[in-house]
């Protein structure tokens, strides 16, 4: 695996090619007989070891989950050998997350993502990762819902009770102190208006006269 590829994509946070990019070069390997490889974002060489022992199985990992393809993401984890997984348990940390999508279990996905100390190549991908669901549960209370308790909003938004009132509030939405209720507001929906025949005709002529 060219390895200086995928340290460009995470580079300029392309994450959405990391899964592709990983796949792709992760069926060459197996067709090779692996004499040399190359330790993950290092330049040195290690003969005689199997792709699978140095194979930057996290990032592949949370690749998959980061564009929501959670049944490859299920089959990569299943397809790691049993020791790689117990010796780098960042992988376990990462399929945990994987986990809580698969039962959509909201709050174990947040608890997940803030419940591992990340190394610097799955860090931005975790974290962007976090704010991209954060705004997709957003985009479902606002069409799901038209009221909705202050604690079932923190529970689809995995912040505390203040910052998940404030992030409402910051959206339009409003508040009743005593119910401790959000009342949703609706995005506008614009209707596109179409003219009829007359009305199409009277405009041309309208627009004759101003150009004559």
């Given at each position: 695996?060219?390895?200086?590829?995928?340290?460009?994509?995470?580079?300029?946070?392309?994450?959405?090619?990391?899964?592709?990019?990983?796949?792709?070069?992760m069926?060459?390997?197996?067709?090779?007989?692996?004499?040399?490889l190359f330790?993950?974002?290092?330049?040195?060489?290690?003969?005689?070891?199997?792709?699978?022992?140095?194979w930057?199985?996290?990032?592949?990992?949370?690749?998959?989950?980061?564009?929501?393809?959670?049944?490859?993401?299920?089959?990569?984890?299943?397809?790691?050998?049993?020791?790689?997984?117990?010796?780098?348990?960042?992988?376990?940390?990462?399929?945990?997350?994987g986990?809580?999508?698969?039962?959509?279990?909201?709050?174990?996905?947040?608890?997940?993502?803030?419940?591992?100390?990340?190394?610097?190549?799955?860090?931005?991908?975790?974290?962007?990762f976090?704010?991209?669901?954060?705004?997709?549960?957003f985009?479902?209370?606002?069409?799901a819902?038209?009221?909705?308790?202050?604690?079932?909003?923190?529970?689809?938004?995995g912040?505390?009770?203040?910052?998940?009132?404030?992030y409402?509030?910051?959206?339009?939405?409003t508040?009743?102190?005593?119910?401790?209720?959000?009342?949703?507001?609706?995005?506008?929906?614009?209707?596109?208006?179409?003219l009829?025949?007359?009305?199409?005709?009277?405009?041309?002529?309208?627009?004759?006269?101003?150009e004559?």
């Amino acid at each position: 695996m060219d390895f200086s590829q995928l340290q460009s994509l995470l580079s300029s946070n392309s994450f959405e090619k990391i899964a592709d990019l990983c796949d792709e070069s992760m069926l060459q390997a197996k067709t090779l007989i692996p004499k040399t490889l190359f330790f993950f974002f290092g330049g040195v060489a290690s003969k005689g070891v199997s792709f699978q022992e140095n194979w930057p199985y996290a990032v592949h990992l949370v690749g998959h989950i980061y564009v929501d393809d959670l049944n490859s993401a299920r089959f990569l984890w299943k397809s790691i050998p049993a020791g790689i997984k117990e010796a780098r348990p960042e992988i376990s940390a990462v399929w945990k997350i994987g986990q809580c999508l698969w039962n959509r279990d909201h709050t174990g996905v947040y608890a997940a993502v803030r419940g591992f100390d990340w190394s610097p190549e799955v860090a931005p991908v975790v974290t962007a990762f976090a704010e991209s669901y954060r705004k997709r549960m957003f985009q479902l209370l606002l069409s799901a819902y038209s009221t909705i308790s202050v604690a079932d909003t923190v529970h689809f938004m995995g912040m505390s009770e203040d910052d998940a009132t404030n992030y409402a509030l910051q959206h339009g939405w409003t508040l009743d102190p005593s119910s401790k209720m959000l009342t949703v507001k609706k995005p506008k929906i614009v209707t596109e208006q179409k003219l009829d025949s007359s009305k199409l005709q009277r405009l041309t002529e309208y627009v004759f006269h101003l150009e004559h």
